[in-house]
Nanobody
Framework: QVGLVEYGGGLVQAGDSLRLTCQDP????????MGWFRQPPGKEREFVAA????????YYLDSLKGRFTVSRDDATNMIYLQMDNLRPEDTAVYYC???????????????????WGQGTQVTVSS
């Protein structure tokens, strides 16, 4: 089946900004909480941010300290990740995924998500 699709990554300098977009071509995944994850080279996939439906409550990796903002557009079913003041340590492949209802209280757990996209590469040079 067609899964989620991410795009918007690229090569930027430290301090620059990027906005990632997540699309759901089959509209099969965007009814619930949506999450962003990233996977640096040689490391495990880690939680970045998530946003709930309806009230758009957001969650973030603590170390991001407000540099990243997740949002969603209910009219288009697009999910965004605005990344500001990028740092070299932000370099990773970024993924979008969906979290079904009743998946537990640990929203950072990647095993509770499905519909993973192919990822989009973000590279930040110093």
């Amino acid at each position: 089946q067609v899964g989620l699709v991410e795009y918007g990554g690229g090569l930027v300098q430290a301090g620059d900004s990027l906005r990632l977009t997540c699309q759901d071509p089959g509209r099969s995944f965007t009814r619930g909480t949506m999450g962003w994850f990233r996977q640096p080279p040689g490391k495990e996939r880690e939680f970045v941010a998530a946003i709930t439906p309806f009230n758009h409550r957001t969650y973030y990796l603590d170390s991001l300290k407000g540099r990243f903002t997740v949002s969603r557009d209910d009219a288009t079913n697009m999910i965004y990740l605005q990344m500001d003041n990028l740092r070299p340590e932000d370099t990773a492949v970024y993924y979008c995924a969906a979290r079904p209802a009743q998946s537990g209280i640990i929203i950072e757990d990647p095993s509770t998500y499905k519909g993973w996209g192919q990822g989009t590469q973000v590279t930040v040079s110093s």
